[in-house]
């Protein structure tokens, strides 16, 4: 199982936070920590004792990074706080979710890549295509992540009347909602916006909620592979689609 939180995540009663028995009970083994803050000493020390109490019960981190990776090497100044991770999620300018700007998802890659640090690699953020699959995992990757194609599958809960909603829609036909504590924080997600249910600070979440039940309403976040999906598939399907064709020596 991998699940992601955030570093606030653990701050709370630090080893004694409510989500690490939740980890331990249920044999997480990967946890990808989408968050990693600025914290006063006594708080960051909540969050690193509970990040070795998981390593002891056999959690491996994933750090996720959304930002360009113009120089790489600037990586290590999370290491040198939180530890060095098992791996290391990247993701390109063309996902859902959180939009960022500057050179593709591959570039950023190999921005990592030629910096040597010696990081296993997830790619994510916009894998649209079979072909997308194949080059970036031709890169030496350890794995791709897709988000958009399996929130249209048979299996996700979102409802069909907004699946096909989606899968109407193309990559030309989203929205940059806001998300931002203020009007002046300047960060937005990438959405399909079926109805503006106003400013959300805390990750978009109100319209999100309405947006994957209640056709018409809200917003569901999506990213490039819009443009590739033209119907319902099962998750299985989904899967055999992205890696028709692919061979790896």
Not at 162 to 172: D, E, G, N, P, Y
Not at 216 to 244: C, K
Request: hydrophobic fraction near 40%; charge should be negative; proline fraction near 4%.
């Amino acid at each position: 199982l991998i699940m992601s939180i955030g570093s606030d995540e653990l701050l709370v009663k630090g080893i004694n936070a409510p989500l690490i028995p939740i980890l331990v009970k249920h044999k997480v083994k990967y946890v990808e920590l989408i968050e990693r803050k600025n914290y006063p000493p006594d708080e960051l020390n909540q969050i690193l004792d509970a990040m070795e109490y998981l390593r002891t019960q056999g959690v491996l981190f994933i750090y996720k990074f959304v930002r360009n990776f113009v120089k790489a090497d600037s990586l290590v100044e999370d290491f040198a706080v939180f530890g060095t991770p098992w791996a290391i999620t990247i993701k390109g300018p063309d996902g859902a979710g959180r939009v960022t700007t500057g050179i593709s998802l591959r570039e950023r890659v190999l921005n990592v890549i030629e910096a040597d640090l010696g990081l296993k690699i997830i790619a994510t953020g916009g894998i649209s295509t079979p072909d997308d699959v194949q080059e970036l995992l031709d890169l030496g990757i350890i794995a791709v992540g897709c988000g958009t194609p399996f929130a249209v599958s048979k299996e996700s809960l979102i409802k069909e009347e907004v699946k096909l909603s989606m899968i109407a829609k193309t990559f030309a036909d989203l929205d940059n909602l806001p998300l931002g504590k203020t009007e002046d924080d300047g960060i937005s997600q990438r959405a399909l916006v079926f109805q503006n249910e106003g400013r959300d600070p805390y990750n978009n979440t109100n319209g999100l909620k309405s947006g994957i039940y209640m056709p018409g309403r809200g917003h569901v976040f999506a990213g490039r592979a819009l443009d590739s999906i033209n119907s319902i598939r099962t998750v299985q399907e989904t899967v055999n689609y992205f890696f028709s064709g692919y061979s790896r020596e």
